[in-house]
């Protein structure tokens, strides 16, 4: 029976923060095991740029102290988890008074608006696109012309957003070239607000839908072609069916199930991919400040970040692996086999 | 309120000695399948005529890949790709399904004809409680329905073949096979069609679960009074359940008379060796059939198409195609060993 047992939920709950764990001792570890740490290295820049600075060693003790990089490694560990699960992120190295999580705040909204809108139309429509490509009873010349979408398929979504840029933005200056909304709009539930939003978030958004939705569509064509070999198919027609009952209940609900665990295993990739798109678009989201961190050397907010995007990409994972026993009745919660 | 009326059509199908011209559910005439491959037409079904009268049960018998399944393919009108009907008539209640198209087609599918599968295992769609399955089909042709009424029609269904109220709600994977099998039964005949197509009801399942699907199958007949073709090659079944045996052979049939006719004395050379072969009738014998030796189903075979295989094969036979004779009383056959009084010639 496909009922949520609680064993189930607590197993795929404990695999959510077994993740998230590991992924937070990665963080901890990798910077450790740089040459150099990081805080001498900002002080020594400000050197650099200031000429001199007094009492060098003793500004970097008390920063040491204030990001909780003193003591030793297993008391930094401990006082590092103990803030994470208290979401202390800490402070910016670069920008000091400002925190860590105050970054992440302002920009997670646009990359987990951006990134989850792109990936559902890129999913649909790529899926849709894949089913109809497969489905005998469309006529051939629709099922001609459809792979056209997916022309873009084999370019790299970065290409297309820079193609995107300097033809709509710069050359014809259709659509802007970077930001999440204009200037002088205020922020808010007011039209002025929602359109300019729509109008700085459609580029971003098409160059993950235009050239990821194919990966969709080829998937589903072949479940397609398998599934409309099923026995069940031959009943659904023998059944005197309609035509678009079989295409979706039968066809596209059963052909669906494959798709829906390449997505949870495509996630990481797709919050990679999402990143360079805010970087090529000026998209203050938390990949354009995690650009902006990297390149200033701001190890906090590089690791604020990136815990971010564990955290979000383990968190998605777990919500479709409660979602699957429930479209398809086979798996079922209580032996946790998903 | 059908139920009545059916019975009483059965009562007379069996006051009545010889079927009546008029009483035929299902008229084929001609029928024939190919399927296209690269090497020429596979011809699977190849000038297939036979009747089926109201409220009566035609067993479908012969080797695989004689043509049974791709027969009651046609029927349905589900020939799949590269296959074709190339010619001949499905007339279902006067109607030529053959000529159907679109929604006629659709309309007549399971309102006058269904299907009870062969992969009975895969047949039912897995994402889908079984009580679905059989309302997606009485809503498609009966349009709204309160849900009530509905529910109350399915667990009679359910509970005329011998099913629990709760496979209701269970999911294909829930059900034994042949729960799964008896669940395809209670949907074929959620429509009260004329006619149902069991394509080797039993041959998936188990010894002991093929007899509950074999008696599940007597129930319905003998209730409902509905036409059937079973299609198998149980002998076992056939003996229990059908009324009149096909023997079919290389895309024909070749013999075809009232079962217990047909277990007395097999006329035709095939059916001799078909039913000596099976265990359950006589002592165990070893199959005598000569494998390998069948003719190419895509080269059009001058005369007989068992020739390569008959122990009595004559020259006419090398020339003539047999036609199918009555040689005893509604017992037909397709073979020069007898000439037309059905005396044997040697
Ligand atoms: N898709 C196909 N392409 C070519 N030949 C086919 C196809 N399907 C069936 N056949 C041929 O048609 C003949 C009849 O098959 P079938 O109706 O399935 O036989 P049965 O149900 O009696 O076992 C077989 O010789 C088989 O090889
Ligand atoms: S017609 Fe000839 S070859 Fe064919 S079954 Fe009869 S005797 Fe055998
Ligand atoms: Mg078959």
Same mark, same amino acid.
Request: charged letters at 20%; aromatic letters at 8%.
């Given at each position: ?6 064993? &189930?939920?607590?197993?795929? %709950?404990?695999?959510?923060? @077994? ?13 450790? @095991? ?45 006082? &590092? ?45 790529? !899926? ?14 629709? +099922? ?22 300097? /033809? ?9 070239? /970077? ?13 002025? /607000? ?20 194919? /990966? ?60 360079? #798109?805010?970087?090529?678009?000026? &998209? ?6 995690? &650009? ?47 | ?11 007379? #199908? ?8 008029? $009483? ?59 296959? +074709? ?39 039912? !769609? ?34 005329? #073949? ?6 209701? $709600? ?12 008896? *669940? ?6 959620? %429509? ?5 197509? *069991? ?17 599940? @199958? ?5 209730? @409902? ?13 056939? *003996? ?72 009595? #094969?004559? $020259?006419?036979? +090398? ?14 056959? *397709? ?5 037309? $009084? ?5």
């Amino acid at each position: 029976m496909s009922e949520l047992t609680l064993g &189930y939920f607590l197993r795929r %709950l404990g695999m959510w923060l @077994l993740t998230i764990w590991i992924g937070a001792t990665l963080i901890f570890t990798i910077p450790r @095991l740089a040459p150099g740490d990081p805080i001498t290295a900002m002080v020594e820049r400000m050197i650099q740029q200031a000429g001199y600075i007094e009492n060098s060693a003793d500004l970097i003790e008390a920063w040491r102290a204030r990001f909780g990089l003193d003591g030793p490694w297993h008391v930094q560990y401990r006082n &590092y988890l103990l803030s994470m699960v208290r979401v202390d992120l800490g402070y910016s190295l670069a920008n000091f008074p400002a925190r860590v999580t105050d970054i992440i705040g302002r920009s997670l909204p646009w990359t987990l608006g951006m990134v989850s809108i792109a990936t559902i139309l890129s999913f649909g429509a790529g !899926n849709l696109i894949g089913a109809l490509m497969a489905w005998r009873r469309v006529p051939a010349f629709i +099922r001609n012309i459809l792979p056209v979408s997916l022309t873009f398929t084999s370019i790299p979504f970065f290409m297309f957003g820079i193609l995107l840029i300097s /033809f709509l933005a710069f050359k014809w200056k259709i659509f802007p070239a /970077f930001g999440n909304y204009g200037r002088g709009v205020e922020p808010g539930w007011n039209l002025d /607000f929602i359109l300019s939003v729509l109008h700085h978030g459609l580029l971003p958004v098409l160059s993950i839908v235009v050239t990821s939705m194919g /990966f969709w569509a080829l998937g589903m064509r072949g479940m397609m072609v398998t599934t409309d070999g099923e026995d069940y198919m031959i009943l659904a027609n023998a059944k005197g069916l309609r035509s678009r009952r079989i295409f979706w209940f039968y066809g596209i609900r059963n052909s669906m199930l494959p798709q829906v665990t390449a997505l949870a295993l495509n996630l990481g990739a797709v919050a990679g991919g999402s990143l360079l #798109v805010e970087l090529i678009f000026g &998209y203050p989201g938390l990949g354009y400040f995690l &650009y902006q961190a990297i390149i200033s050397a701001d190890y906090t907010v590089i690791q604020g970040i990136v815990f971010m995007l564990i955290v979000g990409v383990a968190t998605a994972v777990l919500i479709l692996d409660l979602l699957y026993p429930m479209i398809d009745p086979r798996i079922t919660y209580s032996k946790g086999q998903a | 309120m059908t139920a009545a009326t059916t019975i009483d059509a059965m009562d007379t #199908v069996m006051v009545d000695s010889g079927p009546s011209e008029q $009483d035929a559910v299902l008229d084929i005439r001609n029928l024939q399948v190919f399927y296209a491959t690269p090497s020429g037409d596979v011809r699977a079904v190849d000038n297939v005529s036979f009747k089926v009268q109201r409220g009566e049960i035609i067993g479908l018998v012969g080797e695989s890949g004689c043509g049974k399944t791709t027969t009651a393919m046609a029927i349905l009108r589900l020939v799949q790709p590269p296959g +074709r009907i190339a010619g001949g008539e499905i007339n279902l209640d006067s109607v030529n399904l053959a000529d159907l198209e679109g929604d006629d087609l659709r309309e007549t599918r399971w309102t006058k004809l269904s299907l009870i599968p062969q992969g009975a295992m895969n047949s039912l !769609n897995p994402v889908m409680r079984i009580s679905s399955q059989i309302k997606d089909t009485i809503r498609t042709h009966e349009g709204r329905i309160s849900n009530r009424e509905l529910k109350e029609r399915i667990l009679q269904l359910l509970q005329l #073949v011998g099913l629990p109220s709760r496979v209701y $709600d269970m999911y294909p994977h829930e059900l034994s096979g042949g729960m799964k099998q008896r *669940a395809c039964i209670a949907m074929a005949i959620a %429509l009260d069609p004329v006619l149902v197509i *069991a394509d080797e009801p039993t041959s998936a399942l188990d010894v002991v679960v093929q007899r509950v699907v074999g008696e599940t @199958l007597l129930d319905v007949k003998e209730r @409902l009074g509905v036409s059937m073709i079973v299609i198998g090659h149980d002998m076992g079944l056939m *003996a229990q359940l059908v009324d009149r045996l096909a023997v079919m052979y290389a895309g024909r049939i070749v013999e075809f008379a009232p079962v217990e006719s047909i277990f007395n004395e097999q006329l035709h050379p095939y059916t001799q060796l078909l039913i000596e072969s099976i265990p359950s009738i006589k002592e165990k014998k070893p199959l005598k059939l000569t494998e390998g030796l069948t003719h190419d189903l895509r080269t059009h075979m001058q005369g007989c198409i068992f020739q390569l295989r008959c122990p009595h #094969v004559m $020259d006419i036979c +090398r020339e003539e195609n047999p036609p199918m004779r009555a040689l005893r009383s509604r017992h037909e056959t *397709a073979c020069h060993l007898y000439d037309d $009084d059905g005396i044997r010639l040697h």
